[in-house]
């Protein structure tokens, strides 16, 4: 019993040590401007543009709903997908 006490305090201070280390969002501004940034810079397919752009516009929905590191998110994948 004692150890089990022991290992639900462990799993609380680490969850709550990771929060406090997490990187905050970037504001969708600045990453939206990163995208686009890279988008008319990449090189990449007609494909994987058409797919930056649909992850872009999910990422702007994310936004307008004050979700910004949903967008990050979102905004990240279009990225990986320009090469950047």
Known sequence: M???????AL???SG???RAFAADPVPCE????DLKAAVASSTSSDADKAKAAD??????ERCKADDDAGAD???A???KL???
């Open 16 to 18: 709550l040590a990771s």
């Open 2 to 8: 004692r150890s089990l006490k022991l290992v639900a």
């Open 82 to 84: 320009l090469g950047k």
């Open 11 to 13: 799993v609380l201070v």
């Open 73 to 75: 998110a979102l905004f």
């Open 55 to 60: 992850l872009e516009s999910q990422g702007i």
């Open 77 to 79: 994948d279009a990225m």
């Open 30 to 33: 600045q990453a939206l401007n």
